[in-house]
């Protein structure tokens, strides 16, 4: 089992919809979950970081966090053609630093 | 403004030839990592660092080394490189001030090995 999981996709929602990209995680020592956007040829950028059980809102994005079934996700409300990209999640491993990441969801935002 | 520049940004090698990839940063973040992304694998951790003179091996380290004689500069040198090491590198760089971890990227360098 891979220490965090991401479904590859793509996945595809109209313009004006809601985008959901999950992922799940091995390690339950897990202290601080991340999603970064990586657009084609680019480096990944940071979008969120949660911390604490629950939801956390950013703008259009809303990150989830659920320790106790090991899955963290993120929401896109409105989606906009310009949020298509491939959506890394990372998890860091308590005290260390490091991040664990997923193979990434490419997301596809149509018009 | 502070940043984390990589170079070369595209490099093209032979089997066997010793590259090297260099990484800065302005940010003077203690902390600094590089990756490889292959397609069907993400971001693969390479080797990291928490300061200076210190090191340390990551998941696919094998055939890489780096070393750190100062806080800005995160060398990545591949030995004797192999066609299995072409891929698209990243360094990064975080500040574990609050043990939030959060990491910041340079714009990658894409090697190729022939």
């Known amino acids: 089992q891979k220490e965090v999981e991401q479904n590859s996709g793509p996945l595809s929602v109209p313009e004006g919809a809601i985008a959901s990209l999950n992922c799940t995680y091995s390690?339950?020592?897990?202290?601080?979950f991340f999603w970064y956007r990586q657009y084609s040829g680019k480096s990944p950028e940071l979008i969120m970081s949660i911390y604490s059980n629950g939801d956390k809102e950013d703008g259009r994005f809303t990150a989830q966090l659920n320790k106790a079934s090991q899955y963290v996700s993120l929401l896109i409300r409105d989606s906009q053609p310009s949020d298509s990209a491939t959506y890394l999640c990372?998890?860091?491993?308590?005290?260390?630093?490091?991040?664990?990441f997923g193979q990434g969801t490419t997301l596809q935002v149509k018009p | 403004d502070a940043e984390i520049t990589q170079s070369p940004r595209h490099k093209i090698t032979e089997t066997g030839r010793q590259v090297t990839l260099a990484c800065h940063q302005t940010?003077?973040?203690?902390?600094m990592f590089w990756y490889r992304q292959d397609l069907g694998h993400g971001l693969r951790l390479i080797h990291y660092s928490y300061g200076v003179q210190d090191t340390n091996k990551g998941e696919v380290s094998d055939g890489y080394s780096v070393s750190r004689s100062n806080t800005e500069d995160l060398p990545l040198t591949l030995e004797s490189a192999a066609s299995s090491q072409t891929s698209v590198y990243f360094c990064?760089?975080?500040?574990?001030?609050?043990?939030?971890?959060?990491?910041?990227f340079g714009p990658g360098t894409r090697l190729l090995v022939l």
């Open positions: 990064a760089s975080s500040d574990q001030a609050g043990g939030e971890g959060t990491q910041y």
């Open positions: 990372a998890v860091s491993p308590s005290n260390t630093g490091k991040l664990i």
């Open positions: 390690d339950r020592v897990s202290q601080s």
């Open positions: 940010w003077n973040h203690n902390n």
